[in-house]
């Protein structure tokens, strides 16, 4: 904000907070007057303050005291007279305008980014698409993976019946049910096919007065905790790179969503 016009940042805080709901902005106020420039006075009462300040920090450490034009370059030190300035009712409008110009460059942001939402939309969808597809994939070769699972389990099975002392039966169950769990991806899938039931419901009841941005933010990280769960339960190279094709696809529409409000 330019000197004099600070009583305009709460204002402008609160049109910018009703319109846009995530992210940073950052606004700039420049005002130009065609009328002749005011005359320029010193605030003496500042000045005089400053000095004081000045020999105190000079007397206790020894510094060197700043150069008169150093004082001067002090916000606030040099003003302009405001005598003769407009009336109350002049800086009033003043600040209407100001502020219904700040309305209508939000209000266009905001229509363009709704354009650009239209787009992006598109590309989210895209990536739900392309994750259904790997999750799709993923199911059809944990099927195939069953027969490398069983090979394993019945050669950890032996070795567990061949050991002396032999193990009691709650704990040899404890170890099939182990093996068992480590293999099966069922849920995991389960869950991923919901994150994408939910992804395309976000989607459908994205509107300005309903945000999802945040929502979806959220969603990735459980569509990828998913996935990093379904590779460490892999026993097949396979199944392992269609997680990792997963996880990729995951992360482009994590970027994607971040633009999302």
Do not use: Y
Request: aromatic share 2%; glycine share 6%.
């Amino acid at each position: 904000m330019p000197q004099g016009f600070e009583r305009l940042e709460n204002p402008a805080r609160t049109a910018a907070g009703a319109k846009l709901k995530r992210g940073n902005v950052a606004l700039s106020l420049t005002i130009s007057s065609e009328r002749s420039s005011k005359p320029l006075r010193v605030n003496r009462a500042l000045l005089a303050e400053l000095g004081i300040l000045v020999e105190e920090v000079r007397k206790s450490t020894g510094a060197a005291a700043p150069a008169a034009d150093g004082l001067l370059r002090v916000r606030g030190v040099i003003e302009e007279d405001d005598e003769g300035d407009e009336s109350e009712e002049a800086l009033a409008a003043l600040d209407k305008a100001l502020v219904r110009s700040l309305d209508e460059v939000l209000r266009a942001l905001a229509d363009s980014r709704a354009g650009e939402g239209k787009a992006l939309a598109g590309v989210i969808t895209g990536h739900v698409d392309e994750i259904e597809g790997f999750c799709l994939r993923a199911a059809e070769r944990a099927v195939a993976q069953i027969g490398v699972v069983r090979s394993k389990f019945e050669s950890q099975l032996a070795e567990l019946l061949q050991r002396a002392p032999p193990l009691s039966e709650e704990r040899f169950a404890q170890e099939v049910a182990l093996l068992v769990g480590k293999a099966d991806v069922r849920e995991e899938l389960d869950r991923l096919t919901a994150h994408i039931a939910q992804a395309r419901n976000l989607l459908k009841e994205a509107r300005p007065d309903n945000p999802v941005g945040r929502k979806f933010d959220f969603l990735c990280q459980e569509f990828n905790r998913e996935a990093n769960t379904l590779c460490s339960k892999s026993a097949d190279i396979e199944l392992t790179r269609i997680g990792i094709d997963l996880k990729g696809a995951i992360e482009r529409m994590r970027e994607q969503v971040q633009n999302v409000e």
